[in-house]
């Protein structure tokens, strides 16, 4: 993912966890429109910035992203990268690479979701082609066909484990 969508995924996980968008002073509108000017200054082009109570979504130059709220798998992503851990709290697609990025959290701590997503992978036929483990940081690293699959397992700001998982055209 290149640095400006990293921003940009940045910037709207910290307009739904501090509720930035809900507007309801003249400071919070003031607030959620520096907001849109930041991210249309990243995105090098116009945004389409729907933010609603604790959620946000985001569509700009072949970037689409949900993110809080109610997210749901964006349309088209791989049925071979399991997904069905837990509950999802950010979604993602790129057009340009045809990619996708989704963020679950788990109940599972970060050694179970690891060890587990290493195993599924295996299993649905995906070459492991690099592992990492740092403390409660692991990444697992596959291959399949002209696809990579990342996923990348952290604790959370709360109990809860974050899985982030990538999938792009290599």
Not at 49 to 56: A, C, E, G, H, T
Not at 63 to 91: C, H, Q, R, W
């Amino acid at each position: 993912m290149n640095n400006k969508i990293k921003i940009v995924s940045m910037i709207l996980l910290g307009l739904v966890l501090t509720g930035a968008g809900c507007a309801r002073t003249p400071s919070e509108y003031a607030a959620r429109k520096a907001a849109e000017k930041l991210l249309e200054g990243n995105a090098g082009g116009n945004v389409n910035l729907d933010i609603q109570d604790k959620s946000v979504k985001y569509k700009a130059n072949g970037v689409e992203m949900v993110a809080g709220g109610d997210v749901k798998l964006p349309s088209g992503f791989p049925t071979d990268v399991y997904t069905n851990i837990g509950k999802f709290v950010s979604a993602s697609s790129f057009t340009a690479n045809q990619g996708f990025q989704v963020s679950i959290e788990t109940s599972k701590s970060t050694a179970e979701a690891y060890q587990f997503y290493q195993d599924k992978l295996k299993a649905d036929g995906w070459s492991i082609t690099g592992t990492m483990s740092f403390g409660e940081l692991s990444t697992v690293t596959a291959e399949k066909d002209t696809r990579i699959v990342t996923v990348m397992v952290s604790r959370g700001d709360t109990t809860a484990t974050l899985i982030t998982i990538t999938v792009s055209k290599k």
